[in-house]
């Protein structure tokens, strides 16, 4: 069950998102870099958590039952997977640009749009790889759940716990494609900090892109290895939920 | 059978809970930093006004779409905070080039523009975007380029020769290529010159300022810079002024004054106008003009204001050479 650490993860670590205010030499303001580590986890957190609550159930129910067109259906997800990030950016700006058919909820430049681009972003794969782990499952799991007289959504817990591990790949992957991307976010979020320093929608890439603009590769560097850090401890910790899962 | 499904509805709830924290954190401006919305600090949404009850404008977001020279200099961070105080609200500071932060405003996602393209400006109030422009500071572009100047401009009275010195060497020059203040007037310089640049030796990089800086110090090739943006990357690159501006003595013709606009919330209703006219009367105030007059890096002064003043300039507000004879125009 990789949804539930996801999701019950993002408050805990975003609480000691307070950063310091120098990293390795290079100096910072006063919570800048902690602020952009939290605007990147909420966003990319909260777009994989919503990605997965579509992209687990879409993928359990294509795998499970026979369509006309489901080979169809699978190459429109798998060419999701090369979505460019500045053409789903542009796509998420027109729609909710003042003139766009969400201009009324004023979402431009704040991190609910870049949570919108990002799901777009992320939906794809996660629907993509965890469709072929679903499809995977032995057909005899299926059909022993059927026959100890299990209800459809029971079937499906069942695939879903035996497909777990290429679930929580999936998973990782959207989150890295979500929180890698620099196109869209900083199409829809403006990369925006306020006066002194506290991130609004600077997340980690477009800090990175800031930083290399003005010439400061040292810096653009510290912050990519910021970003590594933190893909790296998201990855161990679903997959140490993923081990105890299997534990309990 | 039965845990597992209760595991499942707990995710979702868990799920739910981020995702309807971030809906309800949509106007909670101020406290930028907690983004973490899905520890439910989210739901505060309306504590902003706290700050000054009696303002109107307090707890509100001020979107001001400026160019990367303004912010990347930090000049603009280094003011807000002022603002921000004064009136209880935040500036939302989108750096984008010119012409896109027009755009960004014309579409009406913007409330107030501070940009360095007279003409594009002009564009924009004649076609009714904008309103009450102010003139508000100005500094100057130079010509910069490696110190073995290949073409020989060192020390050039005339931007324009400069220029087809540098066209006639083939020497390589790096443009801007985005449509920004800084490639408007580099188009208009060769304008001027008489000369088309294209070939191998003339780049056009679509990136900013910052970046047209890094790509030109790699390559040894010459560019157009703002001299805010060459002052404070200076320390970071080889590159050398090669021709000055009106600051230093140098040709009127490399002038870059920046101009202040409020989006016309006769064409965008929701543009919030009470609180950019709050700062173009801050911003264009003595006090600020003061503190941009002495806004630093690497110990020189970046922009010199020139809102105030004793005598009229009415061309500040409307497009240049307008006048009420051709109103109807």
């Known amino acids: 069950m990789p949804i539930e650490p996801v999701a019950q993860l993002a408050p805990a670590l975003l609480d000691s998102g ?3 205010a120098s990293l390795f030499g290079a100096s910072f303001r006063e919570g800048y870099v902690g602020s952009i580590i939290a605007v990147s986890l909420y966003v990319s957190l909260t777009a994989v958590a919503l990605s997965t609550l579509v992209s687990v159930p879409a993928a359990v129910a294509i795998g499970l039952t026979e369509f ?26 027109f729609a909710v640009s003042n003139q766009g058919p969400l201009g009324s909820l004023e979402l431009i430049f704040t ?10 972003l992320a939906t794809p794969p996660i629907t993509a790889i965890s469709l072929a782990a679903v499809s995977g499952v032995d057909d005899g799991v299926r059909d022993a759940a059927r026959v100890l007289g299990g209800t459809r959504i029971d079937v499906a817990l069942v695939v879903i716990k035996e497909a777990r591990y290429g679930i929580a790949t999936a998973v990782l992957a959207g989150f890295g494609r979500a929180v890698s991307e620099v196109g869209s976010v900083l199409i829809v979020g403006g990369n925006i900090t306020s006066a002194d320093g506290i991130s609004k929608t600077r997340t980690l890439t477009t800090a ?15 912050l990519g290895a910021v970003l590594v850090a933190l893909v790296l401890t998201v990855n161990a910790v679903v997959v140490r939920f993923g081990d105890r899962g299997v534990a309990g | 059978m039965p845990i597992q499904r209760r595991k499942f509805v707990a995710a979702v709830g868990a799920g739910a809970i981020v995702s309807t924290a971030g809906c309800s954190s949509t106007n909670d401006g101020g406290d930028g930093g907690d983004g973490g919305g899905g520890d439910g600090t989210g739901g505060n949404g309306t504590d902003g006004g706290s700050a000054a009850e009696s303002v109107g404008v307090a707890g509100e977001t001020l979107t001001l779409t400026t160019t990367t020279s303004t912010y990347d200099t930090g000049l603009l961070d280094e003011i807000h905070s002022d603002f921000e105080e004064m009136y209880g609200v935040t500036v939302d500071a989108v750096a984008q080039g010119t012409g896109a932060a027009l755009e960004t405003a014309r579409n009406g996602d913007s409330d107030i523009v501070m940009v360095h393209a007279r003409g594009l400006e002009d564009e924009f109030m004649r076609n009714g975007y904008g309103i009450n422009r102010r003139d508000l500071m100005f500094n100057d572009f130079v010509i910069v380029g490696p110190e073995s100047d290949p073409a020989g401009i060192q020390g050039m009275g005339s931007a324009t020769e400069a220029l087809t010195a540098i066209a006639d060497a083939q020497a390589q020059f790096v443009s801007r290529g985005d449509n920004s203040g800084t490639h408007t007037k580099e188009l208009n310089l060769w304008e001027a010159a008489g000369t088309d640049p294209g070939g191998d030796w003339y780049q ?42 009106p600051i230093e003595g140098g040709p009127e013709i490399l002038a870059n004054p920046y101009g202040v606009m409020a989006v016309n919330p006769g ?14 009367g801050w911003i264009t105030s003595p006090g600020v003009q003061n503190a941009i007059s002495e806004y630093q890096v690497n110990g020189e002064q970046l922009f010199f204001p020139e809102a105030v003043s004793e005598d009229p300039d009415f061309q500040q507000y409307v497009p240049e050479g307008w006048s009420s004879d051709d109103s109807d125009s």
Do not use: C
């Open chain 1, 18 to 20: 307070a950063g310091p």
């Open chain 1, 68 to 93: 006309p067109g489901k080979g169809f259906v699978k190459s429109v997800v798998n060419t999701g997977m090369g979505f460019p990030s500045v053409v789903v950016g542009l796509v998420v700006l």
């Open chain 1, 111 to 120: 991190r609910e749009a870049m949570i919108m681009s990002q799901f777009v």
């Open chain 1, 208 to 222: 990175i892109q800031l930083e290399a603009r003005q010439g400061r590769y040292e810096t653009a560097m510290i």
């Open chain 2, 204 to 245: 056009e990089t679509g990136t900013g300022m910052g970046e047209a800086l890094n790509i030109a110090n790699q390559q040894g090739a010459y560019t157009l810079s703002d001299r805010g943006t060459f002052i404070s990357q200076r320390s970071e690159i080889d590159l050398t002024i090669l021709v000055q501006g």
């Open chain 2, 267 to 280: 064409v965008h209703e929701n543009a919030n106008y009470d609180l950019a006219m709050a700062y173009i």
